[in-house]
């Protein structure tokens, strides 16, 4: 899924474990409570995605693009540095 463009998607409690998700566009979409442990999200576009209790364990987040991202634990990405460390 690599280039995928998921702009909007809703995958809320997705199992997205270990999946290849590297530059893909997940602009506003809703990954509440999504599995993503292991997945490789190299230069994919989170702007303004919720993430709200996902679970992020040794996910590659190399050039990730966070604005406005709802990080796993609720707090905002602009409020914490500018990143959600997972």
Known sequence: MTRTNLTGANLTGANLRAAKLSWADMSWADLHSAVL???DLTGADLSNADLTGADLTNT???NV???NTVCSDGQLSDD???ACDG
């Open 37 to 39: 442990k292991g997945a």
């Open 65 to 67: 693009i966070w604005n």
């Open 80 to 82: 914490t540095g500018g």
């Open 60 to 62: 590659v987040l190399i």
